[in-house]
């Protein structure tokens, strides 16, 4: 049976039976898919608990190590109880389909954050790495192997605490001191030892750990070329650079990583104790703005070591002094500032995408063309003009509030409704508190709180501000980088890369990222669909649609004559004749 057939009678389902339990579970969003499975919520009718739903048709079972697979991905993660380990909360099957119940993690997965942000800053792959190692000690002691640890496998939850999953490779070690002989992992993780056939233990778990260090830090894979081939000569012969900007701690742990002798390799424990991870600063958290944008680490107590990188490790520090009288001595950062803010890349792929008139082609949609792991973390949700006098305010999605002033400077308040982000004129940052920030920016805080009122008054059925709240560590917000109104629709163009366009006449929204190559567009009706720029290529999508990214092929390519004709001045926003009153939406 074909994966077309297969996607269609999944697509079919409304409802799951375990039968066994008599518990009905209610099919709800599509997460994804991968292999032979396709992951929806599912959600428990008497709880409304919901589940990542792993789906898998009995077709694609049909060989016996295909029943033995699933049977030993099952037993294996089953046995599992960690706090960094997906959790797993049972299986059944009915007469198509067997389902696994999984702890949904909303947040996707290291991946996701990797397209985005490429390099992470140290602060965070510590606090990732910390997590994972806590995940990968309780394997090996459990006698499961992992065998394919990648950034892909690394799941967030809410708070971005990392959750091991996917074991559809793990094994046991039965007997002590047993080498393994299948081949098998990802490429870009995949130990010398697997490609060797020479046998192999948990040390491939340590191997991939490295790569995933290196990975987050210098933000691509050690053994990365264009081709398999290159990429397997690589591993064997050990042949990675380690770039100069990489401080000597971490430049050591990854070199004991990535020890060819899988014998000479330190265990979880070991790395746990490691210099990287024990003299550095690790934030006891991390913000859901850092997804997508650098967090800032205000008040880290850092080591000397972290202070030789102020800049790659902690973005800026804060110290605040006489709170009272709001005067605080800020350590400014120059804000993310790519040469052309990722336009000619949004460019390059638009015009590869309308190229093919998508429109014309007849995809079969079995309601999976779509990709919601690259839906944005940051889109605008609410917008007020009025640049007559002040300039553009404008709410994003997780409710924190922006203002891009007339005089080119940026002020922004976080979904906590305490913490404070100022930009000037040059995109350097600097960050406060609502109850705490310079002197200087009174009124532009004032007009912040104005505006941000305004929109809650107008635009939003709940009220504003629920008090003041505690500062949310580590929150650096994408920005509005420029905006600019037609008689269709007004442009919108965050820091992090995103054009977002709003069209007027239907309110409809279309939302474009490149560094996902994706494009979500939210309809009349407010649903909200995600869309690869590739798929969209190669089996087409709805005239709607097509007729959206024609228009935005064309707003793109006058932000870039803009760019390129303002070089000095990068953030001034075109406007059209002022208004006399707020223009909102």
């Known amino acids: 049976m074909s994966s077309k057939l297969n996607a269609a009678t999944i697509l079919d389902l409304k409802w799951a039976f375990d039968e066994s339990k008599n518990k009905k579970y209610k099919k709800g969003k599509f997460l994804g898919k991968g292999g032979f499975a396709h992951c929806y919520e599912l959600i428990d009718v008497d709880t409304n608990t919901i589940y990542a739903g792993k789906i898998v048709p009995k077709t694609m079972l049909t060989k016996p190590h295909q029943r033995e697979k699933m049977t030993m991905e099952i037993e294996i993660h089953r046995t599992l109880s960690h706090s960094n380990i997906v959790g797993f909360h049972g299986f059944f099957e009915d007469q198509n389909h067997v389902y696994i119940l999984l702890e949904l993690c909303r947040r996707r997965s290291l991946m996701e954050l990797h397209k985005r942000r490429k390099a992470v800053t140290e602060p965070e792959a510590r606090f990732y790495l910390k997590q994972i190692l806590l995940a990968v000690k309780h394997l090996h002691e459990q006698k499961v192997i992992h065998r394919d640890l990648k950034l892909g496998n690394l799941f967030l939850n809410d708070d971005l605490e990392v959750k091991v999953g996917d074991f559809g490779l793990a094994t046991k070690v039965e007997i002590e001191g047993e080498r393994k002989r299948t081949l098998c992992g990802t490429p870009n993780y995949i130990a010398p030892e697997v490609l060797g056939k020479k046998g192999h233990s948990y040390e491939v778990d340590i191997w991939s750990i490295g790569c995933i260090v290196y990975t987050l830090l210098v933000g691509k894979p050690p053994f990365e070329t264009e081709s398999l081939k290159d990429t397997y000569q690589r591993i064997k012969r050990n042949e990675y650079h380690i770039p100069s900007h990489i401080n000597p701690e971490a430049r050591s742990l990854i070199k004991r990583l990535l020890r060819s002798d899988p014998s000479s390799r330190p265990t979880a424990g070991d790395i746990l104790r490691d210099p990287f991870l024990t003299a550095g600063f690790i934030p006891a958290k991390l913000p859901p703005s850092s997804l997508t944008t650098a967090p800032h680490f205000k008040n880290a107590h850092l080591p000397p070591s972290s202070a030789r990188h102020p800049l790659a490790q902690v973005n800026s520090l ?80 997780d409710t924190s509030v922006g203002v891009l002033f007339n005089d080119s400077t940026r002020l922004l308040l976080g979904s906590d409704e305490a913490s404070v982000q100022y930009i000037n004129k040059d995109l350097a940052e600097e960050f406060y508190t609502i109850s705490a920030y310079s002197e200087s920016l009174y009124k532009k805080v004032t007009l912040l709180k104005y505006f941000r009122s305004y929109m809650s008054e107008h635009l939003l059925k709940a009220g504003g501000s629920a008090g003041e709240r505690p500062v949310e560590e580590g929150v650096r917000l994408p920005h509005l980088r420029t905006w600019f109104r037609t008689r269709s629709a007004i442009v919108l163009h965050l820091s992090n890369g995103i054009m977002q366009i709003n069209f007027f006449q239907d309110h409809t929204k279309i939302i474009i990222c490149p560094l996902m190559s994706a494009v979500s567009y939210i309809d009349e009706s407010k649903n909200f669909h995600t869309y ?32 390129d004709s303002t070089p000095c001045d990068k953030a001034t926003p075109s406007v059209r004749t002022p208004s006399l009153a707020p223009v909102v939406s």
């Open 318 to 397: 804060v110290t605040e002094t006489n709170v009272a009288a709001r005067k605080v001595a800020a350590t400014p950062v120059l804000a993310d500032d790519p040469a052309d803010w990722h336009l000619h890349s949004l460019l390059t792929q638009l015009i590869n995408c309308v190229g093919t008139n998508p429109s014309e082609k007849n995809p079969t949609d079995y309601g999976e063309s779509e990709d919601p792991a690259s839906m944005p973390i940051f889109w605008v949700s609410k917008w007020v003009d009025y640049s007559d006098k002040y300039g553009l305010g404008y709410q994003l999605c």
């Open 532 to 563: 690869k720029l590739s798929m969209i290529e190669k089996y087409g999508c709805s005239k709607d649609i097509c007729n959206r990214l024609k228009y935005a092929k064309t707003m793109c390519e006058r932000l870039i004559t803009k760019l």
